[in-house]
């Protein structure tokens, strides 16, 4: 367990970069690693279910990953219930925004799943994979005071690393939704915030003026290109939705279909799998700096 005061918090994507300090080393690594809300619930059984649809995916770099059911549509015991009498389940469909800060939309839905659903984007609300995710590609904890922007951006940085997202086809979890979740804020530094900016910024290769900052062991990946997820998306990350040009009407969206159905290869020549990334804060020495911040 991680402790911070509420002094010390700078918003969640800072919080989640803490994540690998809780993973143990050598052979005592975690095999699964799940990241939630605070304002979340489980359903009967969800540790066992969450291994069962991850191997469903029969993928080793499969990540469970939507905004959750709504707390107040499962049972009280926390036990599933099939909506609209067809297991429909949340999936995100679509992004907006730019200028390096792109944010999901409302999940869409999707039903009748008998296993998991092959999706395009990453959410915070849940994250359940194999613990190398949370080692070789975790949250940035230089994101300090980022919400809108911090998960396409380590969506961005999971998918090219070689990672896939999935919609579960039951729910494992419940969300707290709007008011019933609570209230709760984090001391704002606009110095911090800018920083945080800058970085998502240099992400996706854009450089300001000032020195640029070091984004070793949170870049993007090599196994797949950024350009590859920008046409699975239909999203670019500093210009918004993808567009094109329409006689007599002008620019329109060219939006991508919600159903994913075919899985995207690595590029040939990328680093084989099940071994740490070269270029992952572990390799780089940027875990080591972390603890040493944190625990100072």
């Known amino acids: 367990m991680y402790r911070m005061t509420v002094g010390e918090a700078k918003g969640p994507a800072y919080a989640r970069g803490r994540q690998p300090m809780l993973l143990s080393e050598g052979a005592a690594f975690e095999d699964f690693c799940m990241q939630i809300d605070a304002h979340t619930i489980f359903t009967p059984g969800w540790d066992e279910k969450s291994i069962e649809e991850w191997a469903d995916t029969d993928n080793e770099y499969a990540v469970l990953s939507t905004y959750p059911t709504n707390a107040a549509e499962l049972e009280k015991d926390g036990s599933p219930v099939s909506a609209n009498n067809h297991w429909e389940m949340p999936n995100i469909c679509t992004a907006n925004g730019g200028g390096g800060l792109i944010r999901n939309d409302q999940a869409a839905a999707v039903a009748g799943l008998t296993r998991p659903a092959l999706t395009k984007f990453w959410a915070a609300g849940l994250s359940f994979s194999r613990c190398h995710a949370e080692r070789d590609v975790p949250a940035d904890p230089n994101l300090m005071h980022v919400f ?5 951006g380590r969506g961005a940085r999971l998918w090219t690393n070689g990672y896939d997202f999935y919609s579960p086809a ?23 915030a800018e920083i945080a900016r800058r970085r998502l910024k240099a992400l996706w290769g854009q450089r300001d ?49 919600c159903a994913i159905t075919k899985w995207t290869p690595w590029r040939e020549g990328s680093q084989a799998p099940y071994h740490a990334v070269e270029g992952s804060p572990a390799s780089v020495g940027k875990d080591v700096e972390l603890r040493a911040t944190a625990f100072d």
């Open 148 to 152: 809108t922007g911090e998960e396409f």
């Open 170 to 192: 039951r729910p494992l979890i419940g969300t707290w939704y709007g008011f019933l979740k609570g209230n709760g804020i984090w001391r704002h530094d606009n110095t911090e």
């Open 209 to 257: 003026e000032e020195p640029s900052p070091d984004m070793r062991g949170y870049e993007l990946g090599t196994r797949r290109s950024l350009e590859a997820y920008v046409n699975l998306t239909g999203v670019d990350p500093m210009l918004g939705e993808v567009t094109t040009f329409q006689p007599g009407v002008g620019m329109v969206a060219m939006p991508t279909p």
